[in-house]
C-alpha cells in the first residue's frame, strides 16, 4: 500500500511545538475514547466503495484511514491539517497498517482558510473535530465546498457548549476548586478564573450553535444538525488516577493549570481523581458523557 505524501507548508503557532508533542503522546488514548464519536461521523457520512473522500483536521489520521478502508482500493483520499509533524505521524501510522486494500493516500499541508483546492473534486469532506478553529469559518467552508464535487456531500463532528459535556466540566471544576482554595484567582496565562469558566462556547467550543453553523456554511446548502450525547472512555478507559493524570494535559483543565507549580498540580490531580471516582464504571475505568453535534449538508 501506498502510505502517500506530504505537500504543502502551513504550521501556525497554534499547532505546532508542545502542542503537537502533547497530542501525540495522547493519541492513542484519545482515540480510543472518541471511538463512539467517529461511529455516528461515519454513520452520517455514508461512505461507499469507491469515493473520495477529503478529512479536514485530520491530526495522526485514524479517521482518514478509516475512511480509505471504507472506500476501498477504487476510492481515493486525501487528509488536510495545518502541522506538518501530525502529517508525519500519520503518514507513519498508515505505512504501518499495511494493507494492499486500501487506496493511497495524499496528506496535505494546509490551513482551510488560504488553501486553493487542487486536483480531482471529492465525493465527500468530513471531518472530526477539525473545523472548530478556522479564522475565517465562512471561508474555510467556501473553500471546502470548492473541494468538492458538484454532488458533494459534509459531515462533521463539534463539540457543543463546554459545560453540556461532564467530560470537560468534571475535571475543570475539580481543577478550580483547588486554584480556589489557595486563594489563585487566575489562570497560568492571567485569565480571571470567574471569566474563564463564565466562556464556555469558545476554541472547540465554537461551534456550539446550530443556527449560526447553518449560516456560515458557505457553499453548502440542506444543512442538518443532529445532537448527540455519549458516554466517552476518559484516556480511552483507564482507572481514576490515571485518568487524573491525563486531565491535567487535556482541554480547559489544562488551560488553567498551566503556569501553576508542582504543588497545585498534584493537589489539583488528586481532586480530580476523587472526583472521577464517582464516574468509573463496573471495570472501575473513567467514563463520562459528551455532547457534540454531527452537521451534515451538500453541496449547493
Known amino acids: 500500500m501506498d502510505a502517500g505524501r506530504v505537500t504543502g507548508s502551513a504550521e501556525p503557532d497554534d499547532w505546532s511545538g508542545d502542542r503537537v508533542e502533547r497530542w501525540l503522546r495522547q493519541a492513542a488514548g484519545l482515540e480510543r475514547q472518541l471511538a463512539p464519536v467517529s461511529e455516528l461521523l461515519f454513520a452520517a457520512a455514508r461512505l461507499r466503495p469507491g469515493e473520495s473522500v477529503l ?15 471504507l472506500v476501498g482500493p477504487a476510492g481515493r483520499v486525501r487528509g488536510l491539517d495545518v502541522s506538518g509533524r501530525m502529517l508525519e505521524a500519520a503518514a507513519a501510522s498508515v505505512a504501518e497498517a499495511s494493507d494492499d486494500t486500501l487506496p493511497p493516500i495524499d496528506w496535505v499541508e494546509a490551513d482551510a482558510v488560504t488553501w486553493v483546492p487542487d486536483g480531482p ?6 471531518s472530526r473535530f477539525g473545523v472548530m478553529f478556522f479564522s475565517d469559518p465562512p471561508r474555510a467552508f467556501a ?9 458533494g456531500r459534509l459531515a462533521f463532528a463539534a463539540w457543543q457548549r463546554r459545560d453540556e459535556s461532564p467530560v470537560f466540566a468534571v475535571p475543570l471544576l475539580a481543577a478550580v476548586q483547588v486554584l480556589r482554595a489557595r486563594g489563585i484567582t487566575a489562570t497560568g496565562a492571567g ?26 456554511l458557505s457553499g453548502w446548502t440542506d444543512v442538518g444538525i443532529a445532537p448527540h450525547v455519549m458516554a466517552l472512555p476518559f484516556a480511552g478507559g483507564v482507572s481514576p488516577a490515571a485518568a487524573a493524570e491525563a486531565a491535567l494535559d487535556f ?20 481532586a480530580i481523581a476523587e472526583a472521577f471516582a464517582d464516574h468509573a464504571d463496573a471495570d472501575g475505568n473513567v467514563a463520562l458523557t459528551g455532547a457534540i453535534n454531527v452537521v451534515t449538508a451538500r453541496k449547493g
Open 55 to 69: 478529512d479536514v483536521g485530520c491530526g495522526t489520521g485514524p479517521t482518514t484511514l478509516a475512511a480509505a478502508r
Open 121 to 126: 473534486p471529492v465525493d465527500v469532506v468530513m
Open 191 to 216: 485569565v480571571d478564573l470567574d471569566a474563564f469558566l463564565a466562556t464556555d462556547d469558545d476554541g472547540p467550543f465554537s461551534l456550539h450553535d446550530p443556527v449560526a453553523v447553518a449560516a456560515l
Open 251 to 270: 482541554g480547559p483543565t489544562r488551560l488553567v493549570l498551566s503556569g501553576q507549580d508542582d504543588a497545585v498540580a498534584a493537589a489539583a490531580r488528586d
Open 143 to 151: 473553500n471546502l465546498a470548492l473541494a468538492a464535487a458538484p454532488t
